[in-house]
């Protein structure tokens, strides 16, 4: 997740340094975005067959070693088919998080172990910019490729002695490259339009087509066991809520941002510390949440974290003009502490409901909805700002961040009839 946004903030140097301009060098980060969230859906699928230690081993090489490319590249061509690999060894990863935390441990402390991830994960998508801002002032643009290496060598001799050979990593069948074109293409498609779009036609016509292979996919013999196990084990509202929650998070923190500096005048750096209030909440909050979980159930746990959310994103509303830095802080970590209570919890209760030889395909599916929110959240607070006009566009972006999270309370709620997780007899019959 560091590497979403910690590229963002080395664009004016990268463009510099390989002397290329803005729009090329955006790449960079296109390069990496558009395969994870294309490949999330295939690669889950393909590793519900495929054993995770070597699939864990290679991808952490591959994309330690595209780190490194990208690190040395000369031109951008080069630069951008790196992040392109570290980009699809980066969804395999995705993947097999989920996968691996409800694999290691007992069911009773599930909560615990995935808040973990569930915390990290949009902690490193917070504090990239900064990490970032840092490597950049005193080591150069290329050091913003090369600051995960260590991480990524500790990994690999962890999975080394620590994971149980489960099997061989089987290559990719004909349906995975099918897959790949209809879903990753219109993912990628989709992904591009809202996020180098300036609402234009053309942009929203990509959009717009987008989803026809999206649809095909749905309808074909690759989308169908995929929201056949979706279905069988009542997860579409869960997902829904993750959606949500992730395009509130986005969007708020893109609106917060830009009214600071932009409309009060508050300097870079006070801003990034005010918007930093929402990852310390959510820091403290994410290891309570997965042990209170534990004792009291995932699910009110998961409920009372999106309640606690909608809470702090609502509180911003009514704060108009004049805001000031701590106002603005405690109410963003007020929404903080809410979403490290529910990360851990939600994930928990997707993972938990999933059929033993699906997790994998469930854990693409959560990571899906992810991606989306994160990128839909900006979209939607940019179209907002602007229909508002000048003088109304934050708060119309803090309203549709606030109600993205309302949203996420009944669809987290205890549904009508009583969810359990699929019965053996139902992975059965999931056609492969």
Known sequence: MLDMNIVNVALADISTGLRVSDATAQWAVLGYQL?????LLPVGRWLD????????????AGFATCGVLAALAPWAVWLTAARIGQGVCAAVLFVLMPVLVIRAVRPEVRGRAMSVPATLGPLGATTGPAVGGLLLDHLGWRWVFLVKLPVC???LVLAWRAMPDDGPLRAPDRRFVVDTLLVGGGLAALLLALTAGTGSTPWALLALASLMPLWWWLRGPG????????????????HGAVLALAAAFAAMHYVVALHLQQ????SATTTGLTVLAFPLGMGLAGPLGGRLADRYGLRPLAVTGAALTAAGLLLLIPLGDGWSPPDVAWRLALAGFGMGLNGGPTQALVMAAAPPRRTATVGSTVQVARSLGFTLGPALATTAWALAGTGDGARAGLILAAVAACLAVPLLAPPGRPGASVPEQVTDTVPN
Do not use: N
């Open 35 to 39: 395969p994870v969230v294309a490949l």
């Open 223 to 238: 989308g169908r066991p995929v929201t056949g196990v979706l279905r069988a084990a009542g997860l579409f509202r869960a």
């Open 49 to 60: 067959g495929a054993g995770t230690r070597p699939a864990l081993l290679t991808a952490t």
């Open 153 to 155: 060598l500790l990994a």
């Open 263 to 266: 409309d009060e005048g508050v």
